[in-house]
């Protein structure tokens, strides 16, 4: 089956400008286009869009989505390869997850120095930060 722009926005739930740049950029495939000059999608460009909206909602960057897809389209080791890559992945997560529980650490001393009267014209967060 093949799909107009118009179908395929409504089937993935993204905008035409969204389509249209992830082909400018190369996570799409060009399209085939009628005589008249409009787009025609497969459902492979369904399926491939999808796994791009998926992997956003997973935390991944365009860049990290062309890179993963370059091993989805090798058809020579790819478990080794999306193996590897989902390593790197987790281990980037979890120094996030570290950075951000220092900042949490950080945030939740701050609200321990803030007074119960907060309409005070110092602000001891504000002092804080401040100092040098």
Not at 83 to 108: A, G
Request: negative net charge; charged residues 40%; aromatic residues 8%.
């Amino acid at each position: 089956m093949q799909f107009h722009i118009g179908e395929l926005t409504e089937k993935c739930s993204v905008n035409k400008e969204t389509i249209r740049y992830y082909e400018r950029i190369g996570l799409l495939p060009k399209p085939c286009r009628t005589d008249s000059g409009y787009r025609l999608y497969s459902e492979q460009t369904v399926d491939r869009l999808n796994f791009i909206k998926r992997m956003q909602e997973l935390g991944y960057t365009l860049d990290e989505i062309d890179k993963l897809l370059g091993v989805v389209d090798r058809d020579e080791v790819k478990c080794r390869d999306m193996y590897d890559f989902t390593v790197e992945k987790l281990e980037d997560i979890q120094r996030k997850i570290q950075d951000l529980k220092r900042i949490e650490k950080i945030l939740m001393n701050l609200k321990a120095r803030c007074p119960e009267n907060k309409d005070i014209y110092e602000c001891p967060i504000i002092e804080t930060l401040m100092e040098k």
